[in-house]
């Protein structure tokens, strides 16, 4: 057997042992349990670094449960005995070294004492925590949170975990050999004689990003669809999955007290010392399509990569963003972690609580941030280039236009509300109709009256939608009592959206006193219509010309993260062709190559934004 090379190996190298040489290589990525990597073996050869982490984490979870146990309890106590005895796996001892736990005060060794022992009493096994990044005050807040879990949650929440570990002990020790893509000055273009033709640019950034799409689609709440909500445990591993990716593509990565994930590249030469901020979201809506926000992160993250790569002269730094909370599912908010980039953070928001009573601000703690220091993650308005948006288009116009991307002018403006109507429960055999105060007949004929408002806007590409109906006390012989709707409003001018509102507001008042119902409307939600910036249109508009596209304008009716940070900066936003238009679906779609082109007119916009900021100085 040959002697095994100083860790980090390239990829190629692991793919090139043989069974037994990547067992004693990797058998101890797994706590005191090989079978892992020898599960993970057969999987061979691994595309990425992040094909390999899958197949160990695939291997994991594959085993019976009795072994899945038996790898959870291999874990060492964190600053427990077996850190004093000196017992533990040298991976082991180095990460909460990192972590600060060989340095405790007598106080602090006493709290995980206290708490390792409560919680291996309640669950029967030991409390597992990826530390790599985290402080001893973070790793004993979430002991004090995760103790009070039910036992279930808490097994499959100490396999996420250790997948994590996996993960972090997989890019410790495995490297991807990097290579130079595109156009390299004093070339002549010609192809070397002899030498394989290498597949277009456009192609292999597209499967790169399919790749990466598919692998963030795995973090899901629901098997068999896709289910990420903001601060969930899957949030959790899809940040981290992000945040591994920033690290192989050579960025510096942190993470935001609101939970984004940040990778910053350096620039390359003197500039003015500002940044160009790429970014998206990774939460999804329920039952969701893979690319609605997933595809803005990772065509950030493949672009400041390839221009890494290119050795691209950057006066400017780049600074990938994977935002949350974009789609507002979750929490009764929406755009929290870019608002909170921009230095738009409503404080107030913080303590908005979800279905199950959990508040912004105890979601944050849980999920690994400080919710007190919300506010250090805005940036300073003079150190922003920019901001650059890539998203499928989640509607039908370039499909229709047979382009497979264009450049959008702007973001509808966007309200929304919550509406009840109270009217009188009562038995549906004895109240004749006349007597009636029906909510639901009339909500039935609010939501109409919507329709009609929202149909007579279309100039100004206005629409208005009922997306939730509940009927109390929801019951088969029973008058319904109170009926709550939400209503969400777009439009293209901010005038023309509010005059609807206005509208709908009076066919409210007027159906109320009609029917006999009061009827309560209260907005929750607003966002101004955020045009994008003429210049960085017209560079996009040139970097797309350049690659033989036609630069078309659209203007975008959904809502992005760039409605927040356009208080902030610049944005600029680059649209990409969606198969039937199809959002917030399983069906959702785009083409490989269709993202690879976007990729590469990110690419050569941010290429000509350096030239400019070069040609300034």
Same mark, same amino acid.
């Given at each position: 057997?040959?002697?095994?090379?100083?860790?980090?190996?390239?990829?190629?190298?692991? $793919?090139?042992?043989?069974?037994?040489?990547?067992?004693?290589?990797?058998?101890?990525?797994?706590?005191?349990?090989?079978?892992?990597?020898?599960? =993970?073996?057969?999987?061979?050869?691994?595309?990425?670094?992040?094909?390999?982490?899958?197949?160990?984490?695939?291997?994991?979870?594959?085993?019976?449960?009795?072994?899945?146990?038996?790898?959870?309890?291999?874990?060492?106590?964190?600053?427990?005995?077996?850190?004093?005895?000196?017992?533990?796996?040298?991976?082991?001892?180095?990460?909460?070294?990192?972590?600060?736990?060989? !340095?405790?005060?007598?106080?602090?060794?006493?709290?995980?004492?206290?708490?390792?022992?409560?919680?291996?009493?309640?669950?029967?096994?030991?409390?597992?925590?990826?530390?790599? /990044?985290?402080?001893? &005050?973070?790793?004993?807040?979430?002991?004090?949170?995760?103790?009070?879990?039910?036992?279930?949650?808490?097994?499959?929440?100490?396999?996420?975990?250790?997948?994590?570990?996996?993960?972090?002990?997989?890019? #410790?020790?495995?490297?991807?050999?990097?290579?130079?893509?595109?156009?390299?000055?004093?070339?002549?273009?010609?192809?070397?004689?002899?030498?394989?033709?290498?597949?277009?640019?456009?192609?292999?950034?597209?499967?790169?990003?399919?790749?990466?799409?598919?692998?963030?689609?795995?973090? !899901?709440?629901?098997?068999?669809?896709?289910?990420?909500?903001?601060?969930?445990?899957?949030?959790?591993?899809?940040?981290?999955?992000?945040?591994?990716?920033?690290?192989?593509?050579?960025?510096?990565? @942190?993470?935001?007290?609101?939970?984004?994930?940040?990778?910053?590249?350096?620039?390359?030469?003197?500039?003015?010392?500002?940044?160009?901020?790429? /970014?998206? &979201?990774?939460?999804?809506? +329920?039952?969701?399509?893979?690319? #609605?926000?997933?595809?803005?992160?990772?065509?950030?993250? %493949?672009?400041?990569?390839?221009?890494?790569?290119?050795?691209?002269?950057?006066?400017?730094?780049?600074?990938?963003?994977?935002?949350?909370?974009?789609?507002?599912?979750?929490?009764?908010?929406?755009?929290?972690?870019?608002?909170?980039?921009?230095?738009?953070?409503?404080? +107030?928001?913080?303590?908005?609580?979800? !279905?199950? /009573?959990?508040?912004?601000?105890?979601?944050?703690?849980?999920?690994?941030?400080?919710? #007190?220091?919300?506010?250090?993650? =805005?940036?300073?308005?003079? $150190?922003?280039?920019?901001?650059?948006?890539?998203?499928?288009?989640?509607?039908?116009?370039?499909?229709?236009?047979?382009?497979?991307?264009?450049?959008?002018?702007?973001?509808?403006?966007?309200?929304?509300?919550?509406?009840? %109507?109270?009217?009188?429960?009562?038995?549906?055999?004895?109240?004749?109709?006349?007597?009636?105060? #029906?909510?639901?007949?009339?909500?039935?004929?609010?939501?109409?009256?919507?329709?009609?408002? /929202?149909? =007579?806007?279309?100039? *100004? &590409?206005?629409?208005?939608?009922?997306?939730?109906?509940?009927?109390?006390?929801?019951?088969? $012989?029973?008058?319904?009592?109170?009926?709550?709707? @939400?209503?969400?409003?777009?439009?293209?001018?901010?005038?023309?959206?509010?005059?609807?509102?206005?509208?709908?507001?009076?066919?409210?008042?007027?159906?109320?006193?009609?029917?006999?119902?009061?009827?309560?409307?209260?907005?929750? &939600?607003?966002?101004? !219509?955020?045009?994008?910036?003429?210049?960085?249109?017209?560079?996009?508009?040139?970097?797309?010309?350049?690659?033989?596209?036609?630069?078309?304008?659209?203007?975008?009716?959904?809502?992005?993260?760039?409605?927040?940070?356009?208080?902030?900066?610049?944005?600029?936003?680059?649209?990409?062709?969606?198969?039937?238009?199809?959002?917030? $679906?399983?069906?959702?779609?785009?083409?490989?190559?269709?993202?690879?082109?976007?990729?590469?007119?990110?690419?050569?916009?941010?290429?000509?934004?350096?030239?400019?900021?070069? *040609?300034?100085?």
């Amino acid at each position: 057997m040959t002697e095994s090379p100083a860790f980090p190996v390239s990829l190629s190298h692991v $793919n090139g042992l043989a069974a037994e040489e990547f067992i004693e290589m990797f058998g101890d990525i797994a706590e005191h349990s090989p079978w892992v990597a020898e599960a =993970a073996a057969p999987l061979r050869p691994f595309e990425d670094i992040p094909a390999m982490i899958a197949a160990f984490e695939a291997a994991m979870r594959a085993a019976p449960r009795e072994r899945q146990m038996d790898l959870v309890r291999a874990h060492p106590d964190l600053a427990g005995k077996a850190a004093l005895a000196g017992e533990m796996a040298q991976e082991s001892k180095r990460e909460q070294a990192g972590a600060g736990l060989d !340095t405790l005060t007598p106080d602090e060794f006493a709290a995980f004492e206290r708490l390792n022992g409560a919680y291996k009493e309640r669950f029967g096994f030991p409390f597992i925590l990826a530390v790599k /990044g985290a402080t001893k &005050h973070q790793i004993l807040a979430s002991f004090e949170v995760r103790v009070t879990n039910e036992a279930e949650v808490e097994f499959s929440t100490a396999l996420a975990q250790i997948a994590r570990i996996l993960r972090f002990r997989i890019e #410790d020790r495995v490297r991807v050999e990097r290579r130079k893509t595109g156009k390299t000055a004093g070339t002549s273009g010609e192809k070397p004689v002899g030498k394989p033709v290498e597949e277009p640019v456009c192609s292999r950034l597209g499967k790169r990003a399919g790749s990466m799409i598919e692998a963030l689609a795995r973090h !899901t709440e629901e098997e068999g669809k896709v289910t990420r909500l903001f601060l969930s445990p899957e949030h959790r591993a899809a940040a981290d999955d992000v945040a591994s990716w920033m690290r192989q593509a050579g960025l510096e990565v @942190s993470e935001d007290n609101l939970g984004t994930v940040r990778g910053y590249l350096p620039p390359t030469v003197d500039g003015d010392g500002r940044v160009l901020l790429i /970014g998206s &979201h990774i939460d999804t809506v +329920r039952d969701a399509g893979k690319y #609605d926000g997933n595809l803005g992160v990772v065509a950030g993250i %493949l672009a400041a990569e390839e221009l890494a790569a290119e050795g691209v002269e950057l006066p400017f730094g780049i600074e990938v963003l994977a935002f949350g909370d974009e789609e507002g599912v979750r929490f009764p908010t929406t755009l929290l972690s870019s608002s909170a980039a921009a230095g738009d953070l409503d404080w +107030r928001a913080l303590q908005a609580s979800d !279905t199950d /009573g959990i508040t912004v601000r105890e979601a944050l703690k849980r999920f690994g941030a400080d919710p #007190d220091k919300a506010g250090s993650a =805005a940036y300073d308005p003079k $150190n922003v280039l920019g901001y650059l948006e890539v998203h499928i288009e989640q509607g039908p116009v370039l499909e229709t236009e047979g382009l497979p991307i264009g450049i959008v002018t702007a973001i509808a403006g966007a309200s929304r509300f919550r509406i009840s %109507l109270r009217g009188e429960a009562g038995h549906a055999g004895t109240v004749p109709m006349s007597h009636r105060h #029906d909510a639901l007949t009339a909500a039935s004929e609010l939501i109409l009256a919507i329709e009609k408002i /929202g149909r =007579a806007g279309s100039r *100004n &590409h206005l629409v208005a939608t009922v997306g939730e109906v509940t009927v109390l006390p929801g019951a088969v $012989n029973v008058i319904p009592g109170e009926v709550r709707l @939400s209503l969400d409003v777009r439009a293209s001018t901010d005038a023309a959206r509010q005059e609807a509102v206005d509208a709908i507001r009076g066919a409210a008042r007027a159906i109320g006193a009609k029917r006999g119902c009061v009827v309560g409307i209260e907005r929750f &939600h607003d966002a101004d !219509t955020a045009p994008c910036s003429e210049g960085l249109q017209k560079t996009m508009a040139q970097a797309v010309s350049d690659m033989g596209i036609r630069p078309l304008r659209l203007m975008s009716g959904a809502g992005h993260d760039g409605q927040a940070m356009a208080k902030l900066t610049d944005i600029g936003m680059i649209f990409v062709r969606c198969r039937a238009g199809i959002s917030h $679906n399983p069906l959702e779609h785009a083409t490989g190559d269709d993202m690879g082109t976007a990729i590469e007119a990110l690419i050569a916009t941010i290429e000509k934004l350096a030239q400019q900021e070069r *040609n300034v100085r």
